[in-house]
């Protein structure tokens, strides 16, 4: 026996440890279980309680009737009278003490003709088939018996005795306790068992498959790099669960699949996008470039102050014939560079190149106060870094450079090739001052002059003749103050 036991125990304690009842869904499914196994019990266990209740109170009825029919079989019911002292008798302690009281009736019209103790209930009719009074002890404590005329011996007399049924109903209330907790450990035992098949049948892979499209969903938010197999529900049957896990297991891979590919396409949007906006700031100054993204294809504003210079590489043409093409274009593009380097060093807007000929302005697209100054600093310094260019056994590199301040007009002009371009008068005399210049100087004009008195060296070249404008006086730059 006890080897038996061991193997249920084991079993048993698998069955409690096993059945999760975390889960809402295990919750639920087992409320609804053990409650089925309860009404089922129930209904096959009531019919059992009343044939209990049935078989207690024959059981009292019995003792009482063995002494009546010894009674009428003495001959002690000849009168009314006689027959009610024996049945008082009868009410000892040492004869049937769980009677409290009767009475004698007529059958015929029910007329009371002697009673004693506890008066049983009035009306009762006695039961054609068993005799008895209907009443459950399970709802009394008082429980009445009726003898028929016939039962008495023959005549018009009918008996009812009333009986102490306490006891009968302590008996079946122990009785009902009993098929309770025989119910209550049934339907504990099948819950837990149906719940643990149920767990490793259906709630495990339920609940798990909800984690796993939790991480799913968790990733695909995210955007987070993951190993496809930790989300994955393995193979487990070919149920029809089963089939759910497979269609989700394709279901992700093919997501995570797509999502692979979306983020590769938006990481590679992402790249040419900035490269595209980088490509768009070295051609277009940033607010320029801002306006033309939100989609203003025509930009043109006018800037009543700015300073505009352009510096000739003299030399440059000795240079072309000494090099080969590739060398060539590579020493222009150092020195275009550096001259690129000074002029976001001092915030200026390099506008564009025009074969050795380079162009850049101060004071726009955003204006600055001192302009004139900027520009004046960065002539100085272009001046000292071209020397540093020049190839050994040619001519040294220098530079013309002509400055003008005044108003302009800049815009972007083109469908493709588009490039940011400066208008107007101050343009025009800037590369007048350039081309009238002299190698290693810088040229400038009154107008610029007036802004930098107090900050630079200048000293006055005198009157210049200027090609569509006429003599102009004319300063050279020396150095700043």
């Known amino acids: 026996m006890s080897q038996l036991a061991s193997p249920v125990r084991s079993w048993w304690r698998e069955?409690?440890?096993?059945?999760?009842?975390?889960?809402?869904?295990?919750?639920?499914?087992?409320?609804?279980?053990?409650?089925?196994?309860?009404?089922?019990?129930?209904l096959v266990l009531i019919p059992s309680v009343l044939r209990q209740a049935e078989r207690l109170e024959q059981q009292m009825r019995a003792l009482t009737n063995a002494k009546i029919e010894w009674i009428v079989a003495k001959g002690l019911n000849t009168t009314a009278t006689e027959l009610l002292a024996a049945i008082e008798e009868l009410a000892s302690p040492s004869m049937v003490h769980t009677i409290r009281g009767a009475s004698l009736l007529k059958d015929s019209d029910g007329l009371v003709l002697g009673s004693f103790g506890e008066a049983p209930a009035s009306g009762i009719r006695t039961d054609k088939t068993t005799g008895n009074a209907s009443s459950w002890v399970l709802f009394t404590t008082r429980y009445d018996a009726v003898w028929s005329p016939q039962e008495l011996g023959g005549g018009d007399l009918r008996l009812v005795i009333r009986h102490d049924a306490s006891g009968l109903q302590a008996g079946l209330i122990r009785y009902v306790g009993k098929i309770l907790l025989i119910v209550l450990g049934i339907a504990l035992f099948l819950t837990f068992a149906t719940m643990f098949i149920l767990d490793r049948l259906v709630i495990s892979r339920v609940l798990e498959l909800r984690q796993r499209l939790i991480l799913a969903g968790r990733a695909f938010l995210e955007g987070s790099s993951i190993d496809p197999t930790t989300i994955l529900m393995p193979a487990r049957g070919n149920d029809e669960l089963s089939d759910v896990e497979s269609a989700f297991n394709q279901s992700f891979l093919r997501t995570y699949r797509e999502m692979g590919r979306r983020i590769q396409a938006e990481t590679l949007a992402k790249t040419e996008q900035q490269r595209a906006e980088k490509l768009l700031l070295n051609i277009l100054p940033e607010p320029i470039a801002d306006e033309m993204k939100k989609g203003n294809d025509l930009i043109a504003q006018i800037h009543d102050e700015v300073s505009v210079l352009f510096a000739d590489i003299v030399g440059f043409t000795e240079l072309s014939r000494l090099l080969p093409c590739h060398d060539l274009v590579s020493r222009l593009n150092d020195v275009f560079s550096a001259f690129d380097d000074l002029s976001d060093r001092h915030g200026l807007e390099k506008i564009k190149t025009i074969g050795d000929n380079y162009m850049v302005a101060s004071g726009l697209p955003r204006s600055i106060p001192h302009h004139a100054e900027a520009i004046a600093d960065m002539a100085l310094e272009m001046q000292a870094i071209i020397p540093r260019f020049s190839l050994d056994g040619a001519s040294p590199l220098a530079l013309r450079i002509g400055i003008h301040s005044g108003p302009v007009v800049a815009g972007v002009i083109g469908r493709r090739k588009f490039t940011y371009d400066l208008w107007g008068e101050t343009v025009n005399i800037a590369s007048r001052m350039e081309s009238s210049g002299l190698p290693g100087r810088i040229q400038l004009t009154d107008a610029t002059r007036h802004h930098l008195e107090s900050s630079h060296v200048l000293t006055r070249r005198g009157l210049t003749a200027i090609k569509g404008v006429g003599d102009m006086s004319t300063h050279w730059l020396l150095q700043r103050r």
């Open 15 to 42: 069955v409690i440890t096993g059945v999760d009842l975390k889960g809402r869904l295990s919750r639920r499914i087992s409320f609804w279980i053990f409650l089925n196994f309860i009404l089922v019990e129930a």
